[in-house]
């Protein structure tokens, strides 16, 4: 069996098991685009993805994700979801009970908050082309009002708020900046487009912190035309906080 989807809660999840298990799992959280239906996943349909699912199964891990209540933004239900699945798949599959996480993009909010739950179980953390600022996210989208306006609704759904209560929220939270500095982390910054190039901004400003504190953060930046490159600076970065089981 390759893969299999089962439901937790309403959403509906998907795990891929690899050729020759090697006893490590990873946990994805996937960006805007990201869905788990009962047949399928983006993950499974995108090509890109694909690709990176198969070297991840190649190599030996166990993957598995969650739909996570669609377009989330970090809220703490998905948190919470993708905790319950983490204890789920520890419970019914083999592997060892300290997981990887991979996120991109938005994914990246629900990374950063279940690392402060549960920091003792996770080895080690990518993060591709992250939002690690709802707030700073929200001000650049402010310059394209039809995106912003379409940001708002989805924050409102998804916290359960109304806009004026999730700027405040955002305001007094700026939390959601910081990868927690005792967990591996590698930062991969596609360079595409005006918005990444803006991210990337706050990459460096971020850069000098972890520099200044000795964070385990490391930022590899790279061009659209190298993407093919990601499953292997994946692989090897796991690997490397392998040899303590």
Known sequence: MENRNFKLDTEWNMIHYPEKPRG?????????????DEKSSFWTQNEGKWTLIQKLRETGYTV??????????????????AKRLYEYVIRTEIINENIHILAEGMG???ALKLIDMMEENIRSTVLINPILSL??????EKEHKFFYKKLMRELSQSYEQEHHQIVELLISD?????VKPKTPTKIIHVLSGNRAYKQSNLLK??????????APVTVCYMLPEKK????QQVTKFLKQHEKVL
């Not at 598995?64 to 979801?81: Q, R, T």
């Open 24 to 36: 490590f799992g990873i946990l994805i959280i996937g960006d805007e685009r990201h869905f788990v």
């Open 228 to 231: 093919q490159q990601i499953a």
């Open 174 to 178: 700026q939390g959601d900046r910081h």
């Open 135 to 140: 707030k700073d996210h929200l001000d650049q």
């Open 64 to 81: 598995f994700y969650s739909n996570l209540y669609g377009k989330h933004w970090g809220c703490e239900k998905a948190v919470k979801l």
């Open 108 to 110: 990246a909010l629900v």
């Open 205 to 214: 400003e971020l850069s000098v912190k972890w520099e200044d504190t000795n």
